[in-house]
């Protein structure tokens, strides 16, 4: 799993953690580097802003984005580069910054592609946009602007000619391999709507799910009225060119994001998942319309107390709509204890093996391999890498039911093993324990298969077993490695 964690990454992630390592632990990055990418967000969206619709309007903007996006750079992974490389281009483009703008292509292909392909859609559009403007001395362009279009078009080929290698690399490594069809993706079990790791019929499904929702589905619904809204607010706008080009760059982005979404659906899997597109287009579109809005009404706001109003109300509402369930962060702190002990085992090379839940961030908080875990399922649509990861797990679970020590040992040995996690709940409730298909009936099985719950895995000697609470225990598996 490490070497598939490792490949799946971006080059441009991959070279600021291997950085970071030489200045803080991977904890410590993972909880505070986020806030340096929430920052360069935050910068960029407020000189967008302030620029054409001065500082309570930046200051709006920061408010909106800041709140809306920080929840997907949670935990400083590849993706929280997406929000600031796409704030990055926007803050070019809009200015006609081109150099700019290249720079922000190369960034996003090293960091998050997905944001890199609704940059080149936009660019696409107003490049569209700019032919048909100029049709009339399209050949007289000078210097100057066959020079911007040169660069231009060189860095786009080249931007997407860096994920397109990291893709090969991934879909041609023996232990990862190729990722299932869009029919498999469609049909197997562990990508099942209602229990599956990933809900891929769920993403083919999204229209018809938003239009029998409404407006339950806020963040499918409000971009295509946001559509509508700025269709009209652009057409009644007068001003210089500078706010036509901030129209035209608010009209792109939903249109790149929704067009991708249905590209995606239908060339699925090779996008990925198609609602990456709408969560990464939807916070920023709103943050910049609603400045746009306000922009409109500059001189009310600035009224010392509107503007503090207008701060308040756009920090406490969207805090209060996304605040208690709607978050999709997890919480480990269940498994605080069981990391607190691993933390000071003695180190050694052997793999932890335990619950997908309670592995997930043990090699984040402890800094030790696993097996298996959570976050590592989600990876499971590359057919090789499933197949390996599936069996380990069927291992496992095959090892910590059986009532015969041999098949303890024979899993150990397989998967160098030094540690199993031992959960007191998954061994007495058995598929109440998530586990997702098909895995949920696997288990189901062999706890059928052994009724008295006669598990061998309880039952080596006692100075092997590490009490953690009153859940969990921890198996030293050392010796039987070597036995």
């Known amino acids: 799993m490490n070497h598939a964690a490792e490949q799946f990454q971006q080059w441009g992630y991959w070279a600021v953690g291997r950085l970071a390592m030489f200045l803080v632990d991977p904890l410590s990055f993972s909880k505070y580097f986020s806030f340096f990418t929430l920052l360069a967000t935050c910068l960029f969206a407020f000189f967008l802003v302030r620029k054409r619709f001065g500082p309570v309007a930046g200051m709006a903007a920061v408010v909106l984005v800041g709140q809306l996006t920080f929840e997907r750079m949670v935990g400083s992974n590849g993706r929280s580069f997406g929000f600031p490389a796409l704030m990055m281009f926007l803050y070019f483009f809009a200015d006609g910054r ?32 700019w032919a048909f403007l100029h049709r009339n001395n399209f050949l007289k362009t000078n210097s100057s602007q066959r020079s911007q279009i040169a660069v231009l078009s060189f860095t786009a080929v080249l931007s997407v000619i860096i994920p397109v290698t990291k893709s090969w690399q991934i879909s041609t490594d023996p232990l990862i391999g190729p990722m299932f069809s869009a029919k498999e993706l469609l049909t197997l079990p562990m ?62 982005l939903p249109l790149a994001g929704i067009g991708l979404l249905l590209l995606a659906r239908w060339q699925l899997p090779r996008l990925f998942l198609p609602t990456r597109f709408l969560t990464f287009m939807y916070p920023v579109f709103f943050s910049l319309l609603l400045a746009r809005l306000l922009g409109t009404q500059a ?55 335990g619950p997908m839940f309670s592995c997930d961030m043990v090699p984040m908080f402890c800094q030790r391999s696993v097996l298996f875990s959570y976050e590592g399922f989600h990876a499971l649509y590359f057919k090789n890498y ?98």
């Open 299 to 353: 001189g009310f706001f600035e009224k010392k107390w509107a503007a503090a109003l207008l701060l308040a109300a756009l920090t406490v509402v969207p805090f209060w709509m996304q605040s208690g369930n709607t978050h999709s962060q997890t919480v480990y702190s269940d498994n605080s204890a069981v990391f607190e002990k691993i933390r000071k085992l003695p180190p050694d090379h052997g793999l932890i093996a």
């Open 98 to 129: 081109w150099r700019g703008v290249a720079i922000a292509l190369v960034i996003s292909s090293l960091f998050y592609p997905t944001v890199l392909l609704m940059e080149l859609v936009m660019l696409g559009l107003h490049g569209m946009r």
């Open 386 to 483: 499933w197949e390996k990861m599936a069996e380990a797990y069927r291992d496992y679970l095959g090892a910590i039911t059986s009532p015969d020590p041999s098949s303890v040992r024979t899993f150990v040995k397989k998967h160098k093993v030094s540690y199993i996690i031992l959960d007191k709940r998954l061994l007495e409730q058995g598929k109440k324990i998530y586990n997702f298909p098909p895995f949920d009936e696997y288990l189901e099985g062999l706890m059928a298969a052994n009724p008295n719950h006669e598990f061998a895995v309880l039952k080596f000697p006692s100075t092997r077993y590490t009490d953690v609470d009153g859940r969990h225990r921890l198996l030293d598996c050392r010796n039987l490695l070597n036995e």
């Open 191 to 252: 990508f099942g709507s209602e229990k599956g790791r990933v809900d891929f019929p769920g993403e083919m499904r999204l229209i018809e799910h938003v239009l029998s929702n409404g407006l339950k589905e806020v963040e499918y619904v409000w971009p295509l009225l946001a559509v509508a809204i700025l269709m009209v607010l652009a057409a009644a706008t007068q001003g210089s060119k500078r706010l036509c080009r901030f129209d035209c760059m608010l009209l792109y």
